[in-house]
């Protein structure tokens, strides 16, 4: 079974990592398993010219696994970009909860940051909230979703966890 998916999204520089880098401790705090997925449709590069990885790429290996006892990085060529739900049941199926920072358009459950010194609107309007489920807000926003202080991290997993995982994970 795939573990549910909540994706984080906003416009530029509203605080998405931030909030991830303070909700992903929240959700482990309560015993859970999180995993994240980082969206970036610009292209990413994670190794380095002159590593062995990168030389192993360079001389034509379509797929480089790095290994150590507390981690696993897999650099592989891919045809076209993978779907999120196809990601996440191939790589994180021993997760209690997936978190994604962008992916606004897959379609998965998601929360808005909205911060009101960096735009004058949010993503939404309240006319079509599409998978919004609540929206993370430094000034009140009627979206027709909750809507959570931004830094009230605790009430965002209170909400997650009400809604999307059943309370096993708690320890």
């Known amino acids: 079974?795939?573990?549910?998916?909540?994706?984080?999204?906003?416009k530029k520089r509203s605080g998405k990592t931030t909030l991830l880098e303070k909700l992903i401790p929240e959700l482990k705090r309560r015993g859970y398993h999180v995993g994240t997925v980082k969206h970036d449709t610009h292209g990413f590069d994670i190794d380095h010219e002159g590593k062995d990885t990168w030389r192993h790429k360079q001389a034509g290996a379509e797929t480089v696994v790095i290994s150590s006892p507390w981690k696993l990085s897999i650099i592989k060529d891919?045809?076209?970009?993978?779907g999120l739900e196809q990601i996440v049941?191939?790589?994180m199926s021993d997760m209690d909860i997936v978190l994604t920072e962008g992916y606004k358009n897959a379609g998965m459950p998601q929360v808005e940051v909205?911060?009101?010194?960096?735009?004058?609107?949010p993503l939404y309007d309240r006319s079509d909230p599409g998978p919004l489920f609540a929206v993370m807000s430094d000034i009140p926003v009627?979206?027709?979703v909750p809507r959570l202080y931004i830094d009230d991290i605790p009430a965002l997993a209170d909400?997650?966890?009400a809604r999307f995982l059943d309370g096993t994970g708690a320890a």
């Not at 891919?78 to 993978?82: I, K, P, S, Y």
């Not at 909205?114 to 609107?121: G, M």
């Open 159 to 161: 909400l997650i966890e």
């Open 89 to 91: 049941a191939e790589q």
């Open 114 to 121: 909205f911060r009101s010194t960096a735009h004058r609107t």
């Open 78 to 82: 891919v045809a076209a970009e993978a």
């Open 142 to 144: 009627e979206l027709g």
């Open 1 to 10: 079974m795939s573990p549910p998916i909540i994706s984080i999204i906003s």
